[in-house]
């Protein structure tokens, strides 16, 4: 049986040494390939300007410029740190400011006109939304007629095996706490599926795999 939901933080990674640990983490998966880049490529978001949500040290994002051409990203983020962060490793994969930029901002307020971007994606987040509805909703808002989305997300259902290996992935002791409050956090493909199903996006999939769920979906 799976056990309920505990609600996490809101207010993202604000300590200079998870900032730093963080990054360190998500270096290493970017280096063995475990991030959601192919994920969202297969989704079909390979053109024009993608809005990503709480991007963190960036990897994801840039992942994706790198392996798409003539495109541009803004990354949203709660914490400047992270924010800076991330230009430094933008600065390193060599893209300009013309390419990708990173705007701090509380993401539960999207300070962008309705139909700004032709996709919207999102990793790792979705658990900390304390208000999902409306995120989904601002989502839907922000992207064009036509634009796609891409949510990925660790599921709380997870496989006590898999949930175990994934502990012993990450060997930094502050990083394997913070996994285990985000799983904890994390959604089931059924809870999201009666979720989104009160929101304005119509048209959706949520796949899963033994670590993930994964939506999809077209702005009608």
Partial sequence: MTE??????????QDEFDVASY???MRGL?????????????????KGTALE???????????????????????LDINPKMAEVAEKNAAEYAFSEARVEYVVNNAKTFAFEDGT???????????EWDDP???????????????????GDLRRDMNLLVKTFMKLVVRQ???????VI????????????????????????????????MIKGTKL
């Fill in 182 to 213: 985000s799983i904890n956090a994390a959604y089931t493909k059924e809870e999201l599926e009666d979720l989104l199903r009160k929101t304005d996006i119509k048209e959706f999939e949520i796949t899963t795999n033994p670590m993930n769920l």
């Fill in 4 to 13: 309920p939901r505990v609600v996490e933080t809101d207010k993202g990674i």
């Fill in 53 to 75: 949500i709480g991007p963190g040290p960036g990897y994801l994002g840039l992942e994706w410029l790198r392996k798409t051409e003539d495109t541009k990203l803004v990354g």
């Fill in 173 to 179: 002791k502050v990083m394997r706490k913070g996994l």
């Fill in 133 to 151: 509805l409306h995120m989904f909703n601002e989502i839907h808002r922000v992207l064009k007629p036509g634009g796609m989305f891409f949510i």
């Fill in 117 to 127: 971007f032709d996709a919207v994606f999102t990793t790792n987040s979705l658990h």
């Fill in 30 to 46: 970017r280096d063995r390939g475990w991030i959601y880049t192919e994920e969202i490529i297969k989704s079909g978001i390979t």
């Fill in 23 to 25: 990054d360190k983490m």
